[in-house]
C-alpha cells in the first residue's frame, strides 16, 4: 500500500466548505485575497496530483509532500490525491499537458531536475519549458550509489576497481533509460573509474520504485537513484557506498560518505517540484502560487521536508522559471560532453 493510499483510508473528510456555509458557519479564506468575486481558489477545492511513473520513486515523494505542505495551510481543503500516469519518466505527462489532454485548473504535475534532463535532450519532444507553468521547487534530494547488503563491493573504491578490471561485470539499474539522470550519475561514475561509459551495462526501469525491487531480487547490482527514493522503499535493505552531496546530509544517512570524500568529484543534486498547465489562467496560476509560497514558509514546513527525506530547495514564480532556463542550459552542455543529443529550440 502506498502513501496516498495509507492516508486517503485513514481520512475521512465528509465537511466541505460548502457544507459549512450551508450551516451557517464562517469559513476562514472562503473569498481568498487576489481571486474575483465568485471564483474560486483551487488551492482550497479538490484537485489531484500527477505522478508520472510508477509507484515508490520521488514523484511520489513529490506529490506527498506537495500534499501535506498544502494541508498546514489550506486545512479545510480535500486532500490533494493521486494520479499515476508512467511513460518516459514524465514525458508522456508532459507531452499530454502541453498538448492540452491533461490538466486543468485541479491538476499539479510534479517534476525533477531529470525532467530538466530530459527536457535538454529533446526526450520530452517539441515541447519548450514555455508550454507549462512552473509552479514551485519544493524541495531537493540527492543522489546515492547503493547496492544490496550482500554485495562484495564495501566502499566506493571497490566498486570503482570493479569496472576498471570489467566495466561489463557491474550491472546498474534505475529509473530511466540512456540520457537519464541516473543513467547519466552511472556514466560519470564509469568514467570516474577511467573507462568508456558507452560500454557499461545499465538496466532501465519506470521509476526508482521499481528499480529497487529489481536491487532486491538481484537482478542489477548497482542502483543510482537518490537518497530519499531509497530510504523510503520498504523491504529493501542496501548499503549505501556513496551520497552525491557536497557534504555529508544529516538524518540517515549522516554515516554514509559522500564521493568526494572517497575521491571522486561528484554532485548531483535533484530539485522536486510542481508545474500547471500553460492553459490555466494567471489569476489560477497565482493562487496556486499563492498557496505553495505560504506552504514554503510556514513553521511546520523544515518538519515536512525532513518527513518526506528532502532537504531545503525553494522556488515559485520567475525565479523558478530562470533556474529551469539555466538548468537546460546546463544539461545541454553536460549532454553533449556525453555524446547525448541536444534539444534544440
Not at 76 to 101: C, E, K, M, S
Not at 196 to 207: I, Y
Amino acid at each position: 500500500m502506498n502513501q496516498f493510499e495509507s492516508t486517503r483510508r485513514a481520512t475521512l473528510r465528509v465537511t466541505t466548505a460548502a457544507a459549512l456555509l450551508a450551516c451557517g458557519a464562517k469559513v476562514e479564506g472562503a473569498q481568498p485575497t487576489g481571486t474575483s468575486a465568485g471564483s474560486v481558489d483551487p488551492s482550497r477545492a479538490a484537485a489531484q496530483c500527477v505522478i508520472p511513473a510508477k509507484a515508490g520513486g520521488g514523484f511520489e515523494l513529490t506529490c506527498g509532500l506537495a500534499r501535506d505542505a498544502l494541508q498546514t495551510v489550506r486545512p479545510q481543503a480535500p486532500l490533494l490525491t493521486a494520479r499515476y500516469l508512467p511513460g518516459g519518466i514524465g514525458a508522456l505527462a508532459f507531452d499530454r499537458v502541453a498538448t492540452g489532454q491533461t490538466g486543468g485548473d485541479d491538476t499539479l504535475i510534479a517534476f525533477s531536475s531529470g525532467s530538466l534532463l530530459n527536457m535538454a535532450q529533446g526526450r520530452f519532444g517539441p515541447h519548450g519549458p514555455s508550454s507549462v507553468r512552473w509552479l514551485a521547487a519544493l524541495g531537493a534530494d540527492y543522489g546515492v550509489v547503493a547496492v544490496p547488503q550482500q554485495s562484495p563491493y564495501r566502499n566506493l573504491q571497490d566498486l570503482l576497481n570493479a569496472l576498471r578490471q570489467d566495466v561489463g561485470r557491474v550491472i546498474f539499474g534505475a529509473g530511466g533509460t540512456v540520457g537519464s539522470q541516473d543513467w547519466v550519475k552511472a556514466a560519470l561514475l564509469v568514467r570516474a573509474a577511467g573507462r568508456d561509459h558507452k560500454a557499461m551495462r545499465f538496466v532501465s526501469f519506470e521509476g526508482g520504485g521499481e528499480a529497487l525491487s529489481a536491487l532486491r531480487g538481484g537482478h542489477v547490482g548497482v542502483f543510482t537513484g537518490d537518497a530519499a527514493e531509497a530510504l523510503a522503499s520498504v523491504g529493501v535493505p542496501i548499503r549505501f557506498l556513496a551520497v552525491l552531496a557536497d557534504s555529508r546530509l544529516p538524518g540517515p544517512l549522516e554515516r554514509s560518505p559522500t564521493a568526494r570524500e572517497q575521491g571522486v568529484d561528484l554532485v548531483w543534486r535533484t530539485v522536486r517540484g510542481l508545474y500547471l498547465s500553460s492553459q490555466v489562467s494567471s489569476e489560477t496560476a497565482d493562487a496556486w502560487r499563492r498557496a505553495f509560497d505560504e506552504a514554503l514558509q510556514d513553521k511546520a514546513f523544515p518538519m515536512l521536508l525532513k518527513r518526506h527525506g528532502l532537504h531545503p530547495f525553494s522556488l515559485t514564480g520567475s525565479q523558478l522559471e530562470l533556474f529551469v532556463e539555466k538548468s537546460l542550459s546546463e544539461f545541454q552542455l553536460l549532454a553533449a560532453n556525453l555524446g547525448l543529443p541536444i534539444w534544440r529550440k
